[in-house]
């Protein structure tokens, strides 16, 4: 139910002039008050701002050498705080940043095969300000022109609502997306299934690039849109008049009929003489005109903040990297496709599995992965030189599945044509001589 606003606890300034004098609910902020997270440990942005220095061993084909400069088409094995560093330090520029972060479950996670990937345990307060760092890192990358796609869980959506309210701007934030992750079986029996998860989509400016996504609508759509049929095929009614008063010829009689009240006719008479002439004006037994509008067999309709078709994979024949966490490859090219062109940069810091990678690389974007986790550095590599494969070729066998072994390598189920380099943090490879060796094996 709706309930009115008690007007004496607005500020001095708001308060209309009639209002009980003794009533003793204290005042509201000020409408002008802008509302922040507050906890210990904040850094000012001017601090995380500060350049960091960092340097890299590059690594393309069975090569490795000192990195000159971190191109484009790359993954970089580091810590994103530092990585992050190193692309503003190299002035770069992204059209798109797609992240799927830890959500602050509090889990381990681990692959299909059990080995390590993350650990997801941060508090509240730390978390917070983990992300909002790289968050204030992100938008200093972001072109003028570019989006940011933020992937999370319940766990933490509202607080990094207010967190990206904070850095891109209320006015910057588009839709908070709802995902649908998984089937009706994951349900407890004393609270709603939970079956969702969210993105946060933000702009840098009121001027980023959008190419408008859509689908083909379902059977049980398009029989309750389009519900009459005749020689054509099927169609719904729509009006030929539209909310406003105009003065011109869309405002004159038609067929010696004037438009409803407060109403002029969508298009000209001569438009409507036309579309009489072929059929496609509907008359009812009251005379009132109403217009034809036919299915067509490419149409689309227009994605809504509901993702009902991205599920998490859900059987054995679907393609995967084996690795937690893995997203849909099919919701990440649509992502990339919306909100980025042909030779656009995309850069994804959490990148995983490397499926943001992968779709920008087949839609013909440049892009940047970075991660510090060693199994995503592997996957990331196996993915991209020799694809992925059935979620059934993951099942427990006698002896383990090495997900990385030449020998598993032989049956490839995807082509993939990726040309790509890996930097590695010099500390990381210095600490971690047999990862490094592995990986470069892999690139070999």
Known sequence: MAVGLNKSELAEAARPALVRELHLSPPLPTSEAKVVLSYPGKLPKVDVLKPVS?????????????????GANGFIWADNWFGLHSLIEAKTKAQLVYLDP????????????????????LGDAAYIEFMRR?????????????????????????ELKMVMDEIFGQRNFRNLISRKKCSSKNFTKNQYSNMNDYVLFYTKSANYIWNQP????????????????DEKGQYKLVPVHAPGVRRGETGQAWRGMMPPPGKHWQYQPSKLDEF???????????????RKVYLTEDKSIGLSDYWDQYRDAYHQSILITGYPTEKNFDMLKMIVGASSNPGDLVIDPFCGSGSTLHAA???????LGIDQSYLAAKTVTERLLRGRKPMGDYIKRE???????????VVQHEKTEADFSVYVDDEIASAHPTELSELSALLR
């Open 102 to 121: 830890p959500y602050a479950t509090g889990y381990d996670f681990q692959s299909r095969d059990l080995e390590h990937a993350y650990n997801d345990s």
């Open 214 to 229: 859509s689908q083909k609508p379902d059977p049980a759509w398009i029989a309750k849109e389009y519900t009459k049929v």
């Open 361 to 367: 690389d087949e839609l013909g974007r440049k892009w």
């Open 54 to 70: 960092t340097t890299y061993k590059k690594m393309y084909g069975a090569s490795i050498s000192d990195a000159e400069n971190i």
């Open 276 to 290: 009489d002439a072929k059929g496609e004006i509907h008359w009812s037994k009251t005379g009132n005109p109403r």
């Open 399 to 409: 002896s383990p599945l090495d997900l990385f072994s030449q020998e598993e390598a």
């Open 134 to 158: 790289r968050l204030i890192l992100l938008r200093e990358l972001l072109d003028e022109t570019g989006s940011i796609y933020v992937h999370i869980g319940h766990q933490m959506v509202s």
